[in-house]
């Protein structure tokens, strides 16, 4: 029984997972996890922002990232608190301020779960063209400064000595995190974007040796992940973000652990080898 | 006193009267420093002495506070830093880590690049798996890919065992031959000098001394900055090219002594 609520679930949870997947490579490369988790929670705040000033809640989290992204270079140079520090100030302040302002829109009309967890059932055509637009815009930024990108992340310095202007792409880089939340908030709730930036590109790590083969494997497991948890939630009625979430959860157990078994495995094998010929002897000088 | 730095038609970067703070730190003072094509110039001086602020001021990561730098125009610079540890969260092959030293490369450049740094065979291996003169010479071919005019090398050495940094050297001299390369060393390692040094610039915050190799060596300034150990000399590695040296260093074809030069024969240290 597909119902059209169920395809458009499906196709904006694979459309979210193919964004954020090369977008998630280079969280985990710069190691920026922390930071992208502080942009989703403090989008709460610009989506209650957003409401009250009247205008898009997507305007309103691009809003905030900005917001963010600039306090967070601007007390970088400061010394006396470390970067978690500030990072944790911000997400939880942005999170309990967004929480606060909810409390005085009136009409009470406002899903707060739905943006904690996600809806991804309730996603509409239109939302469906937001993830579309928004993703499509996404992709192709990345694509025009995946080079530079690459290259800053390698070697700041050395990428700064070959000519490549820094400041403009981390700028398209920042922004594109900003889309990428704002679109996927619909389908697995702020709460729990950055699992899915940053699993499935973890995932996907032990089989690729390119950064281009690692973002292909995250997308081909977030897309994975997103099917796959929409299914368990439509078999069990289990909450869809959340189910997505664990199917990526364990795509991720199962790709570490299978490396780790190759490891194991062998160790088992040889340990019985040598079982096996100590017998043997064994046996031998026992018959004589 | 160093001369005011004159510039020509080769004169590939000219630095005059460079000036650099951290805070209330005065970390470099009347420096003037040119590096003309074809011309290998070694900057050498103790720890804290201003050497890789200099190299960042020449490459314009960062602004003098006084004095100022004049580049030729257009001037392509490949660089190789002190220390690129990369990442082992992000994969990388060789021959993607070349792809990305500029736009739009072609497959037979990579094989090029590698091949003049004499390690072809390493292009499909994981730069998480290259030992430290493996991956110094990736370095250089990926700089070379940018088809530089002035080649700037921080430490480059560094790591590389004593057999590989003979190599290293080797191989430096033979780019800076073949392309008329302007190449900016710098070494922390006072006692070995490349033998195809042109210019030793011996830094201490402002110049102490600066000349051939020789000469600085026998400069009562520099035994004078690196003190007792400096007596015996500036040890300047040279050899005859007879032979060539493989990655590991190791010599490749007749077995021949390395021709110590007049400031000393290199020992390797254990």
Same mark, same amino acid.
């Given at each position: 029984m597909?119902?059209a ?13 193919l &964004?954020?997947a ?5 969280? #985990?490369?710069?190691?920026?996890? =922390?930071f ?6 403090s989008a709460?705040?610009?989506?209650a922002?957003?409401?009250?000033a009247? $205008?898009? %809640? ?7 990232? &900005?917001?963010v992204?600039?306090v ?6 400061q010394?006396?608190?470390g ?12 999170l309990a ?5 909810l ?7 406002i899903?707060?779960?739905a =943006?904690l967890?996600?809806d $991804? ?6 939302d469906?063209?937001?993830i579309?637009?928004g993703?499509?815009?996404v992709l @192709?930024?990345l694509?025009?400064?995946w080079?530079?990108?690459l ?10 000595a070959?000519?490549?202007r820094?400041? %403009? &792409? ?5 922004l594109s ?5 704002a679109?996927?908030?619909?389908v ?5 974007? &950055?699992?899915?930036?940053?699993i ?7 089989? @690729? ?7 292909l ?8 992940? @997103? ?16 189910? $997505?979430?664990v199917?990526?959860? #364990?795509?991720f157990a199962?790709?570490?652990?299978g490396?780790w078994?190759r490891?194991?495995w ?12 100590? #017998?043997?002897v ?6 004589i | 006193?160093p ?5 020509d ?10 000036e650099?703070? +951290?805070?209330?730190?005065l970390?470099?003072?009347h420096?003037?420093?040119t ?6 110039v070694?900057?050498?001086?103790p720890?804290?002495a201003?050497k890789?602020?200099?190299?960042r001021?020449?490459?314009g ?12 125009p257009?001037?392509?610079?490949g +660089?190789?830093?002190?220390r690129v540890a ?33 390690a072809?065979?390493l292009?499909d ?8 003169g ?5 370095l250089?071919?990926r700089?070379?890919?940018r ?16 057999g590989?940094?003979?190599?290293? +050297?080797d ?18 390692d006072?006692?070995?000098v490349m033998a ?6 011996c830094?201490?915050r402002h110049?102490?001394c600066?000349g051939?190799?020789?000469a600085?060596?026998?400069?009562p ?6 003190g007792a150990?400096?007596a015996r000399?500036l040890?300047?590695y040279?050899?005859?090219?007879d032979?060539?040296?493989d990655?590991?260093?190791?010599v ?6 390395h021709?110590?030069?007049p400031?000393g ?6």
């Open positions: 597909t119902e609520f169920f395809l458009r679930a499906l196709l904006a949870g694979i459309g979210v997972a &964004v954020s090369p977008l998630g490579c280079f969280v #985990v490369w710069r190691r920026m996890a =922390y992208g988790a502080t942009l989703a929670h709460l705040l610009g989506i922002l957003g409401i009250l009247g $205008i898009n %809640p997507s305007l309103g989290i691009a809003a905030s990232s &900005v917001a992204a600039l967070v270079v601007t007390f970088e140079r010394r006396l608190i970067r978690d520090t500030l990072l944790g100030i911000l997400a939880h302040a942005g301020i967004g929480l606060v302002a409390s005085f829109i009136e009409g009470a009309r899903d707060l779960m =943006y967890f996600g $991804i059932l309730a996603v509409t055509p239109r469906l063209a937001w579309a637009g993703g499509l815009a @192709a930024t694509a025009l400064i080079r530079p990108l290259a800053i992340t390698l070697h700041e310095e050395m990428a700064r070959e000519g490549v820094v400041v %403009p &792409v981390q700028l398209a880089f920042m995190l900003a889309v990428t939340i679109i996927a908030m619909k697995v709730g702020i709460l729990l974007i &950055v699992s899915l930036l940053i499935p590109a973890a995932a996907a790590r032990p089989f @690729a040796r390119t950064p281009e083969q690692m973002a494997g995250a997308a081909a497991i977030g897309a994975l992940s @997103a099917t796959g948890g929409l299914a368990a939630s439509l078999a069990w009625d289990t909450p869809a973000g959340p189910s $997505i979430v199917v990526a959860t #364990v795509l199962v790709a570490r652990w490396r078994c490891g194991a062998g160790e088992v094998f040889k340990l019985g080898r040598t079982l096996v010929r100590s #017998v043997r064994g046996t031998k000088s026992w018959r | 006193m001369a005011e730095a004159a510039r038609s080769e004169t590939l970067v000219a630095a005059e009267h460079l650099a703070r +951290y805070g209330a730190t970390a470099l003072t420096v003037d420093l590096v003309s094509a074809g011309e290998i070694t900057l050498i001086g720890n804290g201003g890789s602020t200099l190299v001021i020449i490459l990561l960062m602004e003098p506070s006084a004095g100022r730098v004049w580049r030729r257009g001037l392509r610079i +660089y190789l830093p002190q990369i990442d082992p969260v992000l994969p990388l092959t060789v021959r993607r880590f070349l792809g990305l030293a500029r736009p739009g490369v072609a497959e037979a450049e990579i094989r090029d690049a590698l091949n003049e740094v004499a072809a065979e292009i291996h994981s730069v998480h798996d290259l030992s430290g493996e991956f110094q010479r990736v250089l071919a700089a070379l890919m088809r530089p005019q002035l080649l700037v090398l921080d430490e480059p050495v560094q790591g590389v065992d004593f590989g940094q003979i190599a290293l +050297y191989l430096i001299g033979r780019l800076r031959r073949r392309h008329g390369l302007g190449v900016l060393m710098v070494s922390h006072l006692h070995v195809a040094t042109d210019r030793v610039v830094l201490n110049v102490c600066s051939a190799p020789e600085v060596s026998r400069n300034a520099y035994t004078e900055l690196f150990a400096a000399g040890a300047i040279s050899h005859d090219h032979h060539e040296h990655l590991k260093g190791a490749v074809h007749p077995v021949e002594g021709g110590g030069a400031g024969k290199v020992e390797p240290r254990p």
